[in-house]
């Protein structure tokens, strides 16, 4: 069992870093909780402001208008002075001053000439209000077009804008709309596994691929078939005891919460199916790289990459299409598709249910295609040697 004990032995020195990468998943972990608690357990509130109103026209439009956005907000009467407009502005008095001309009613509502409008700068607050303007101009053109007159068309648009709509969300997966915390937990997961079992097992890859131990290793006693067996127990220990540690972090954050989930057997098959992946690419860097001082460098810009392209640190969701074609070509990419999955669906479907089985094998042959290359290429090697 020399081998599997150098395994042991190298796995030993680097273990500040696998500790260093865990305190990261599980500090993003405790972030992302944190900043989910609010938005699941809070309701949505609309922002008022307070606008200031320059009226150069006093008619019914004019005051229509002001009665119109008075229902979200609060309204204030203003002089045109510009010194007075500047403070207010400058001391948060008022965020947004609409100015309304003289015929207000033949040049905004006719000609569609648009309102002078002043906003406090740097502010992205009054694009609301530009939008319930815009509706409301919209809502008295309807009426007029359709026969009513300026004043009950004015009349119609604010009493039915004062009126209350009850509006309820579907729950379609027992959690307000929302992923449960856990699956966030799980949607950074690939990011930690491709780390630490990169960057340890190519270290240790890199150290039996010396050509002097390499050679040695072949004069010893020890048959090809005992140290590829040992190679391969080697992974499976270190690869199962990162995955238990992984696993076990969304118990000890979320306890009951995980444990109850429906999903929680399909969780920890797509985290075993990512971890089997980055076995396979920690086997495939430690084949091809041969300098130690080369695999941190190359373990981040793969880490890394896979982890900005495939949605482990930006949502699949914000993605644009181009991103997400390419995206189809790696790994990473399938286990996101099926946490989202489970993520957001309480229930699965019967195509549900076989996409997340295809999403399973994608990853399964993306492994076997890794490490098919990297054994080609060490028999290739190690043909030369002899």
């Not at 969300?169 to 799980?186: E, I, T, Y």
């Not at 690869?239 to 109850?260: A, D, H, N, R």
């Not at 989202?340 to 295609?369: C, E, H, K, P, V």
Request: net charge neutral; proline share 3%.
């Amino acid at each position: 069992m020399t081998v599997f004990k150098g395994f042991l032995t190298i796995t030993k020195r680097n273990m500040n870093i696998v500790i260093l990468y865990l305190v990261i998943f599980l500090t993003i972990a405790l972030m992302v909780d944190k900043m989910l608690a609010p938005s699941q357990a809070g309701t949505f509130e609309q922002e008022t402001l307070t606008i200031g109103v320059i009226d150069k026209d006093g008619g019914s439009l004019a005051k229509g208008l002001s009665e119109y956005l008075d229902t979200w907000h609060n309204i204030q009467n203003l002089p045109d002075d510009p010194g007075i407009i500047q403070d207010r502005l400058f001391y948060r008095d008022v965020y947004y001053i609409i100015r309304i001309p003289e015929n207000f009613e033949q040049k905004c509502l006719k000609e569609n000439t648009k309102l002078e409008i002043t906003k406090v700068p740097d502010s992205n607050s009054g694009i609301y209000v530009d939008q319930q303007i815009n509706t409301f101009f919209n809502s008295i053109r309807t009426l007029t077009a359709g026969g009513f007159s300026l004043d009950e068309a004015i009349e119609k648009t604010n009493k039915y804008t004062a009126s209350d709509t009850k509006v309820s969300l579907a729950d379609k997966n027992s959690n307000g709309g929302n992923m449960p915390g856990h699956a966030f937990m799980f949607q950074y997961m690939p990011y930690i596994l491709i780390s630490i079992l990169c960057y340890t097992l190519s270290t240790i890859m890199i150290a039996f691929n010396q050509t002097d131990v390499r050679k040695r290793m072949l004069c010893s006693s020890v048959t090809s078939r005992s140290m590829n067996l040992q190679f391969v127990l080697g992974y499976a220990v270190i690869g199962t005891v990162i995955w238990l540690i992984c696993t076990l972090m969304p118990i000890g954050v979320y306890g009951k919460e995980f444990l109850q989930d429906p999903h929680l057997p399909y969780y920890l098959l797509n985290s075993l199916a990512i971890t089997l992946v980055s076995l396979a690419i920690a086997f495939f860097i430690g084949t091809f790289v041969h300098r130690e001082e080369l695999v941190s460098a190359v373990v981040n810009v793969v880490s890394l990459g896979l982890s900005f392209t495939c949605g482990v640190f930006v949502s699949l969701d914000v993605m644009g299409k181009g991103i997400k074609t390419a995206a189809h070509f790696l790994p990473v990419f399938w286990y996101e598709e099926n946490n989202n999955l489970l993520g957001y669906n309480a229930f699965l479907t019967s195509s549900q249910f076989a996409d997340l089985m295809r999403n399973y094998g994608i990853q399964l042959l993306f492994a076997a295609a890794l490490i098919c290359t990297a054994f080609a290429f060490r028999y290739h090697q190690t043909r030369s040697d002899a």
